[in-house]
């Protein structure tokens, strides 16, 4: 779930737009379901996702204020772990998304992970656990 006042702010500033139903009418949906959010406090993820989809929108900048607000080629990794993390509704560390956005390599990595068979994953989960241990001695 996204915290709505944050949420609905930086959607004002995505669509330049002023007030909620505005962000309503940008997104295509009816203002009773903003009305919705904003009684829960909390901004339904999938549906949020899914009014979004055909946005240039970052979703690391929507959530976590980081980065450009629209998704340059940089921001796809982010992105998708911003996706993760939502997916699971679990916090990814900051300092993690920070790292990532900082450091090559890691991008790299990451883009390239979709292309290892899970025997490959579970052996670099090994071996960085390995690495985990020893930099703990």
């Given at each position: 779930?996204?915290?709505?006042?944050?949420?609905?702010?930086?959607?004002?500033?995505?669509f330049?737009v002023?007030?909620?139903a505005?962000?309503?009418?940008?997104?295509?949906?009816?203002?009773?379901?903003?009305?919705?959010?904003?009684?829960?406090?909390?901004?339904?993820?999938?549906?949020?996702?899914?009014?979004l989809?055909d946005?240039?929108?970052?979703?690391?900048?929507?959530v976590?204020?980081?980065?450009?607000?629209?998704?340059?080629?940089?921001?796809?990794?982010?992105?998708?772990?911003?996706?993760?993390?939502?997916?699971?509704?679990?916090?990814?560390?900051?300092?993690?998304?920070?790292?990532?956005?900082e450091?090559e390599?890691?991008?790299?990595?990451?883009?390239?992970?979709?292309?290892?068979?899970?025997?490959?994953?579970?052996?670099?989960?090994?071996?960085?656990?390995?690495?985990?241990?020893?930099?703990?001695?």
């Open positions: 779930m996204f915290e709505f006042n944050t949420t609905m702010e930086r959607l004002k500033e995505y330049a002023k007030t909620n505005d962000v309503a009418r940008k997104l295509g949906i009816d203002y009773n379901q903003i009305k919705g959010w904003s009684t829960r406090k909390k901004v339904t993820v999938a549906n949020l996702l899914e009014y989809k946005e240039p929108i970052n979703l690391t900048w929507l976590h204020g980081k980065g450009n607000m629209r998704i340059g080629e940089s921001d796809d990794i982010l992105n998708a772990i911003t996706k993760i993390e939502l997916a699971f509704e679990k916090d990814i560390d900051p300092k993690i998304i920070e790292r990532i956005s450091d390599k890691l991008q790299k990595l990451l883009s390239l992970l979709e292309y290892a068979p899970n025997e490959f994953l579970e052996q670099i989960i090994s071996r960085l656990e390995e690495f985990k241990k020893l930099s703990e001695i």
